[in-house]
């Protein structure tokens, strides 16, 4: 089968209203409302590496869509379309039905609409999703707006991932197969977050990087964090382990004045938020169990370990 009979069989579908032209051509056509700005992501997801080798096709094609949503998220856009780039070892019919599937379930989902990209032959499964959103001009919501005095808040529940990960009997492992981009609580978060990021590599990891692109630091209370009741029944080093450097939660954590968060809680939010810290002068990220500091280093995950 070739490459275009691929696309055609599986990829292709009619464009919607907001897109001037779709697969099928060079390249794709869209036209920018006006008064917005284009915020575009990409991610890489390997086989073996980003997801067991056992995973069903339908979650990798879901998968593939949510954690680029989740960038988009990130940032207080709203999603628009996607670009796949697709490496396959061969041409497994029933493999690609039940990844195409997957993918146009989260893109319908959100609202996504798949206009172009590519596929190839390659010896490692390899699937590339580049995403691409729109947010009035000015309103994106970057890492570096943290401010002393800030609440530091998570969504939903964060380690469920990185627990299924390593119990793949566990239903927690339905969040490392299938995690839901925040987009509708990410948009709320416009002219309210001072800072946000999506949680991938692990809540600490994470938070640091608002924290150094902030220039501040943080305190955080182990009580606070919102872990699953499964969470609770195995040792707090562990525990704090999966919460804290476990990743795939792609959960988002935000920084936000308390006037802004008691804002944000009379909105309607599709997800509870968890306030688990807050934001301090000093340039150090600070956990505090029983009134007691700790200054652990939780590594989160490493692309290139």
């Known amino acids: 089968m070739a490459e275009f009979s691929i696309i055609e069989r599986y990829f292709n579908r009619p464009p919607s209203a907001s897109v001037d032209l779709a697969v099928g051509d060079d390249s794709a056509l869209l036209s920018p409302p006006a008064g917005q700005q284009l915020v575009i992501c990409t991610d890489t997801l390997v086989a073996g590496r980003h997801f067991p080798l056992?995973?069903?096709?339908?979650?990798?094609?879901?998968?593939?869509?949510?954690?680029?949503?989740?960038?988009?998220?990130?940032?207080?856009?709203?999603?628009?379309?996607?670009?796949?780039?697709?490496?396959?070892?061969?041409?497994?019919?029933?493999?690609?039905?039940?990844?195409?599937?997957?993918?146009?379930?989260?893109?319908?989902?959100?609202?996504?609409?798949?206009?172009g990209g590519d596929t190839t032959q390659s010896p490692h499964l390899t699937i590339s999703v580049t995403a691409l959103g729109w947010i009035e001009h000015g309103q994106a919501i970057l890492r570096s707006g943290a401010q002393v005095g800030d609440y530091v808040v998570v969504s939903g529940q964060i380690g469920d991932a990185a627990y299924g990960l390593q119990h793949l009997e566990h239903p927690l492992k339905q969040r490392l197969d299938y995690p839901t981009p925040r987009c509708q609580l990410g948009q709320q978060l416009k002219s309210l977050a001072s800072s946000m990021i999506d949680i991938s590599d692990g809540l600490a990891q994470d938070l640091g990087h608002i924290l150094k692109a902030s220039g501040v630091g943080a305190r955080l209370e182990l009580s606070q964090l919102p872990i699953d009741q499964t969470l609770h029944k195995i040792s707090p080093e562990q525990r704090y382990q999966y919460a804290l450097a476990g990743g795939d939660d792609y959960e988002l954590c935000f920084t936000i004045s308390p006037q802004n968060y008691q804002k944000l809680l009379l909105q309607q939010c599709d997800v509870k938020t968890t306030i688990i810290g807050s934001i301090t002068a000093q340039s150090s990220l600070i956990f505090t169990q029983d009134g007691v500091d700790h200054h652990w280093n939780y590594q989160g995950y490493q692309h290139f370990a």
């Open 54 to 115: 056992d995973t069903s096709a339908h979650a990798i094609g879901w998968k593939s869509v949510a954690v680029n949503l989740s960038d988009i998220a990130a940032m207080g856009a709203k999603p628009h379309s996607i670009l796949l780039a697709l490496s396959l070892p061969s041409i497994d019919h029933d493999w690609l039905s039940g990844f195409s599937q997957g993918l146009f379930d989260c893109c319908d989902q959100f609202g996504v609409s798949l206009i």
